[in-house]
């Protein structure tokens, strides 16, 4: 038995349990797939934000491109209008009364063109102006030798009302009508002129920065008779940059800025002017109180030297203010010769946020899937390891001679096989052991009945040799030393036991003729 149980337990080196041996390289795939997964979702998130921030952000230049051209060019078209119906002697431009009527008209036509004016070389002046609430404002001097510019109230219809204040005004010394005179030079042949824009200066009336876009009209002896004129208003443009959806945080910005560096116009709170002890004066784009419009501006002329040095669209990735920006870059030139470059910023958080979630979703899926992949190879595991496991009890059990034992059969057909063998195998070793153990109560009882014979036989050997008159010795037959001699014998010989015990015939000077025969013959004469 001892035997069987050494051979069921061989020497164990550190061993590993089956059941982490199946179920830790499954979910080490799993980890590796999901964290490849997770990787690829986040890099392919990444490129699709760029692209979307890419597109985006081209759409939102494209829309203010298309405002700010249109926003040129709608003027532009409604003073070639003009020059037209004077041309054709259609419109009377020293006939105030009429030209206001039709001026009111017209400002209500589009609105971009809420002012329409007249000056003349004599002084006069002739504006109409609508206002946000269907009303509006006549601005007029029609007495040159009083150079005072009156304003008065309309109403809806047109019609004049109260009015509101007047101011000391030659419209001859302002920026846009010298600028005229400075480029007479432009002039077509006949009355009408081409449309000119003026520099960007000062409204007289309000604290806005305006640029006009004017028609000389000229006598027939080309000299200048008056101009017809629109203004553009940089807070308009303005207004239209504030209501695009720039960014989610608010933290985006859309700016222009001219040939000169200037800014033209902003989406954010900042005019593109400042009020000063000397006046209205314009912004540089580098001077800006706005971080996104100065820092943008600083990393533009840092790299490019000047704006239009970008002569074709960018796309740029900068930090303003330890934050990534996208920045799209788009130069435009509209009516009147205008360069003006569209900026576009925005941060890269807005985006990253969507990315983020994203992100957090795709990871509590992958976590979620990777538990349940965890938990569908735990159980599978286990199915496969409970059996395994009851075959290991059942072995050890039989190694420490428990040999009552069964195995269910598994529903696993391998493993089947497996309970099934195992359980013959039992059933012979049971058999076996069973045989064995009839076997040797069998030769245990034939030992006990030959060890009763022998230790009977001798005793009877013992008691002959003890009591007999013959003198007996015993010898070992490789050396033919005494190991047994009866009293007999030491009577004869008159040695004691001790002194013969381990010696020779001839340690005891016993003649070696003297035979057995001899000691007989001896004994019984002494008898």
Known sequence: MAKFKKLFRPKIKKQLPLRLVLTLPVVLQICAFISILGWLSLVNSQTAVNEIVNQLQKEISSRVEERTKTYTKIPYLFMKIHSSAVKTGELDLEDFPK?????????????????????????????????????????ILDKPKIPRLTFYQLNKEGKKGDFIESKEYDPRTRPWYQSVIKNVSKKQSGRIGEPIWSPIYADIRRPILVS?????IYTETENIQ????????????????RDLDISKSGKGEVFIVDDSGKLFATSGEELPFKVTVNGIERINAINSRNPLIRETTKYLLDNFGNFFAINRDKSLKISIEEEKHFVEVNHIKTEGDWELLIVVVQPESDFLEEINQNTQGTIRLLILALVAAVILGYFTTRSITQPIQNLSQVSQEIANGKLDQHLKIFWIKELAILAQSFNQMIEQLRESFTTLKNTNEELEQRVEERTKELR????????????????????????????????????????????????????????????????????????
């Open 99 to 139: 030209f206001q009527r039709y001026l009111w008209e017209q400002v209500q036509l589009y609105d971009s063109v809420p002012f329409i004016y007249y000056a003349n070389e004599q002084g006069e002046f002739l504006g109409v102006e609508k206002k946000e609430d269907g009303t509006g404002i006549l601005w």
């Open 212 to 216: 006009s876009l004017m028609v000389p």
């Open 226 to 241: 008056g101009i017809l004129a629109t203004d553009l208003s940089l807070v308009s443009l303005s207004g239209f940059l």
């Open 456 to 527: 009977i036989s001798e005793e009877k050997f013992s008691t002959a040799f003890r009591s007999t008159h013959h003198a007996i010795t015993i010898k070992r037959l490789e050396d033919q030393r005494y190991i047994e001699v009866n009293e007999s014998f030491l009577k004869l010989t008159n040695y004691t036991l001790e002194e013969v015990i381990n010696s020779t015939v001839d340690d005891l000077n016993l003649s070696p003729s003297f035979s057995e025969d001899d000691l007989l013959n001896l004994l019984e004469k002494k008898e």
